[in-house]
């Protein structure tokens, strides 16, 4: 897979953050700082327009890291990341457009990371690292089958393989229908 592409998958478009335009690189910087987003990250602090288009130009060269805001319908509903990406595994994270908060996009945004993880980028472990608080984003990761690896101070970290992840996708794909 040619990683910097973006990936189209029916009404699905995940656009690779090195292909956005300013305006969309706002609008994400934007949704990143807000604070109902920042206050369940890792990194708390208010990025600077600058620092983020750093961010995206050293994403150009990176073979580790790739990062996509995702429109359903042509609406930007959120933004994906794999990060950390090996041969075999890659972590990954997420954020919602603010004003779809409590929606049941992180639900389809959940089930497609899982889709191209293990079918598009070909890893056989998926991580995720999330804060102990969010306790919504953790309950969901359950149901997605993955399992608690560790907890390291304020944050959970869990996993599925892709054996896993086949075995619980049918799960969902009656849901996915109504998307």
Same mark, same amino acid.
């Given at each position: 897979?040619?990683?910097?592409?973006?990936?189209?998958?029916?009404?699905?478009?995940?656009?690779?953050?090195?292909?956005?335009?300013?305006?969309?690189?706002?609008?994400?910087?934007?949704?990143?700082?807000?604070?109902?987003?920042?206050?369940?990250?890792?990194?708390?602090?208010?990025?600077?327009?600058?620092?983020?288009?750093?961010?995206?130009?050293?994403?150009?060269?990176?073979?580790?890291?790739?990062?996509? +805001?995702?429109?359903?319908?042509?609406?930007? $509903?959120?933004? *994906? /990341?794999?990060?950390?990406?090996? @041969? =075999?595994?890659?972590?990954?994270?997420?954020?919602?457009?603010?004003?779809?908060?409590?929606?049941?996009?992180?639900?389809?945004?959940?089930?497609?990371?899982?889709?191209?993880?293990?079918?598009?980028?070909?890893?056989?472990?998926?991580?995720?690292?999330?804060?102990?608080?969010?306790?919504?984003?953790?309950?969901?990761?359950?149901?997605?089958?993955?399992?608690?690896?560790?907890? +390291?101070?304020?944050?959970?970290?869990?996993? $599925?393989?892709? *054996? /896993?992840?086949?075995?619980?996708? @049918? =799960?969902?794909?009656?849901?996915?229908?109504?998307?």
């Amino acid at each position: 897979m040619e990683l910097h592409k973006n990936i189209t998958i029916g009404k699905l478009k995940f656009k690779n953050f090195i292909n956005l335009n300013l305006e969309e690189n706002i609008e994400v910087l934007g949704w990143r700082n807000d604070d109902r987003i920042k206050n369940m990250m890792f990194t708390k602090d208010i990025i600077s327009l600058s620092s983020h288009l750093n961010f995206i130009d050293a994403l150009k060269s990176s073979s580790t890291k790739l990062y996509y +805001i995702v429109e359903y319908a042509d609406a930007k $509903i959120g933004v *994906v /990341d794999y990060y950390d990406i090996e @041969v =075999d595994s890659a972590y990954w994270g997420f954020y919602l457009n603010p004003n779809l908060l409590n929606s049941s996009f992180g639900v389809l945004l959940e089930y497609y990371v899982l889709e191209i993880a293990f079918g598009l980028l070909k890893i056989e472990t998926l991580y995720c690292e999330t804060l102990k608080k969010n306790e919504r984003v953790l309950k969901m990761h359950t149901e997605f089958g993955f399992i608690v690896d560790k907890q +390291i101070d304020d944050s959970i970290h869990t996993r $599925i393989s892709k *054996v /896993d992840w086949e075995k619980k996708r @049918v =799960d969902f794909e009656p849901l996915m229908r109504m998307f």
